[in-house]
């Protein structure tokens, strides 16, 4: 499935998704994972820090689901598909490329953030991320569902 282009725009903005997989007892679990690519062919890869839930959940069903929303915009979307794992040593070198650059920007709008308010953060977490995650989750898209209101799509 093609992702529009105004999609891949959107979520390249968000920058992190809700990613939902289902346990061996139908029970959900979300969690928020990064954005490190997004393939207008349908696939996106999304890093995963913890190697626990979702990825014990990925191992067992492949069903997943994803969502980015614009809570000032009333915009957002779901995709739904089949993921998979991607283990660190399969990882193309453009994905590592963007996961490094996304964390640095996170690091540099933080600090930025932190000396605009005068407010001085205890710790920078995302300085302490792995240069190369263990492992990424590459979502084949099967539905994107727009999330906004029916009435605001039409204007878009």
Not at 30 to 36: A, D, E, M, P
Not at 57 to 71: G, H, M, W, Y
Request: proline share 4%.
């Amino acid at each position: 499935m093609q992702i529009p282009d105004n999609v891949i725009y959107f979520l390249e903005k968000q920058g992190v998704v809700i990613v939902s997989t289902m346990d061996e007892k139908g029970n959900i679990h979300c969690s928020v994972k990064g954005i490190v690519g997004i393939e207008k062919q349908g696939r996106v890869f999304v890093v995963d820090l913890y190697l626990h839930k979702t990825f014990e959940n990925l191992k067992q069903n492949p069903r997943v689901s994803i969502t980015a929303v614009d809570e000032h915009k009333f915009e957002g979307y779901t995709m739904q598909g089949k993921g998979k794992v991607v283990l660190s040593e399969k990882i193309k070198g453009s994905l590592a490329l963007n996961w490094e650059k996304r964390t640095i920007e996170r690091i540099s709008r933080r600090v930025l953030k932190s000396v605009q308010s005068g407010v001085k953060s205890k710790s920078h977490f995302e300085a302490e991320l792995p240069a190369v995650p263990a492992y990424l989750i590459e979502i084949d898209a099967e539905k994107i569902i727009d999330l906004s209101p029916p009435c605001m799509r039409e204007s878009r």
